[in-house]
């Protein structure tokens, strides 16, 4: 099975141009960054320096990575994408850059598949130039919205119009100016008797009358600004019926397509954050000494630093493997090790971040190594796309499926046969 894990040329080449433009244009702008993003006067305008930047990495052609229609995007694989956006994630800053930042990957990846000509030339292009952002309005503040079934909001025909009510939040990418569209998910259909037909998806300008920012959402006390989470209300919104994607009742469906790829971006990404992590904590403890020696020479350090490398490779390892099933046998087959990596992928990182702030004493509770920042945003996936609690319910009953016909016949001990 190692031939599969093998870089094609082409992504290769990818690859190490990608960790030259992080390490040229990327890291040595990570702290101008962030004092700009917390100290501009309005938080909520896009960011000149990160704009400068994203134009030399599209210039240099890496842009839009993560689309495997060549027509779009490189034509990569999952599976050779997937180093491409270990290195994009070990910065906050790195996937937007190339393009490839969630919701915008995930709402691209819509508009290629389920999208008009139309509804095309309208958004997806400017949003593959990166000349505007999207949102991704799903989540409701009155539904447990890991069921996608009890999602509510109102979608009504009047006319040859749909009319929207209701409230969705943590509305990702709202806050930021440059947000021109939402794709909204909502109830067209509310007593179709198949629980997964009565949702549609609508396309939602960001300024159709109706739609108000009721507020930004912090995450952990971090506000993500100039992206940010918003929770919006929706009174009387119309638009054209022409809007929905795909067709009425579709949109359970098209969630299903859509939160695959982006699930296993994240997972790709965190991957990233983990390892820049374990880095910091290796650094910190060789330079530091404690009771007469350096802090690394402790035994409770050599187990952590051990137990990191083994939870990051295996990690990444599952990635691998679900990004491989993604490429050979489609989205659907590959849902159980899907489900896996988005539980993995975080509680991986989550821990190693946690040593890593160990390690840094009183810097790691402060924001001069990023690890506070980094321990929130990785937090948020562990509900971001489905909640663990979900995707260990689907693994298991997904793993129970295989024994449903076979029973214990032949299983059973040698004692119990005698």
Same mark, same amino acid.
């Not at 082409?10 to 100290?39: G, Q, S």
């Given at each position: ?28 702008? $990570? ?8 100290? !501009?006067?309005? +938080? #909520?305008?896009?960011?000149? %320096?990160?704009? =400068? @930047? ?54 691209? $990846? ?8 139309? !509804?095309?030339? +309208? #958004?997806?292009?400017?949003? %593959?130039?990166? =000349? @505007? ?64 037909? !009565? ?220």
């Amino acid at each position: 099975m190692t031939d599969i894990f093998q870089l094609s040329p082409k992504a290769a080449d990818y690859k190490a141009r990608v960790e030259r433009f992080m390490d040229e244009h990327i890291y040595p702008n $990570e702290a101008a960054l962030f004092h700009t993003a917390d100290h !501009q006067p309005d +938080r #909520w305008e896009p960011l000149a %320096l990160l704009q =400068e @930047i994203k134009e030399k990495a599209k210039a240099q052609g890496l842009w839009n990575l993560f689309l495997p229609d060549s027509e779009h995007g490189a034509g990569l694989t999952n599976l050779e994408y997937a180093p491409l956006a270990e290195a994009m994630g070990r910065s906050h800053w790195g996937p937007e850059v190339f393009n490839c930042s969630a919701p915008d990957t995930g709402n691209m $990846e819509v508009l290629v598949r389920y999208g008009s000509e139309a !509804q095309k030339e +309208r #958004w997806l292009k400017p949003l %593959l130039a990166g =000349e @505007i952002r999207s949102g991704f309005a799903m989540t409701e503040p009155d539904a447990a919205s890991s069921d996608a079934t009890n999602i509510a909001i109102s979608i009504k025909k009047d006319g040859g119009d749909y009319v929207i009510n209701g409230r969705k939040w943590w509305t990702s990418g709202a806050g930021d100016k440059r947000c021109k569209i939402l794709i909204l998910m909502g109830k067209t259909d509310p007593d179709n008797p198949d629980p997964h037909k !009565q949702q549609s998806m609508l396309l939602v300008p960001v300024d159709t009358p109706g739609v108000v920012k009721e507020r930004m959402l912090p995450v952990f006390g971090y506000l993500d600004a100039p992206h940010g989470h918003g929770e919006l209300s929706f009174t009387n919104v119309r638009v054209p019926q022409d809007s929905v994607l795909l067709g009425e009742g579709r949109g359970f469906e098209i969630a299903q397509g859509r939160l695959g790829p982006g699930r296993i971006h994240h997972c790709m990404r965190t991957i990233g954050r983990a390892e820049r992590a374990l880095e910091r904590m290796c650094v910190r403890l060789q330079a530091r000494t404690a009771f007469g020696k350096r802090i690394a020479e402790h035994s409770v350090w050599l187990e952590r630093i051990a137990e990191s490398r083994m939870m990051i490779d295996q990690a990444r390892l599952l990635t691998l493997k679900a990004a491989h099933m993604m490429d050979t046998v489609g989205n659907k087959a590959a849902r159980a090790e899907i489900a896996m990596i988005k539980v993995v992928a975080p509680n991986m990182a989550l821990k190693v971040i946690d040593w890593a702030i160990q390690a840094h004493g009183g810097a790691g509770i402060c924001d001069d190594f990023g690890l506070p920042y980094d321990y929130a945003w990785i937090r948020c996936l562990r509900i971001a796309d489905g909640p663990d609690e979900v995707h260990r319910n689907q693994i298991a009953k997904l793993e129970l499926r295989k024994y449903r016909d076979r029973g214990m016949q032949g299983h059973n001990s040698r004692r119990a046969s005698e």
